[in-house]
């Protein structure tokens, strides 16, 4: 599953596509960037 998400910290922000093969590794994935301080807002798409 391909998801994106906003990466913010402070005033810096990006929006990063990432490529999870399983909801594991989507967690795992958000908690290493919280230890950093980063906060992650997943991206939907509404069409």
Do not use: D
Request: net charge positive; proline share 0%; charged share 40%.
């Amino acid at each position: 599953m391909i998801k994106r998400y906003k990466l913010r910290r402070g005033c810096l922000y990006y929006i990063k596509e990432m490529h999870f093969r399983s909801r594991w590794q989507e967690q795992v994935y958000k908690w290493k960037l919280n230890l950093r301080g980063w906060k992650l807002e997943e991206i939907r798409e509404e069409y």
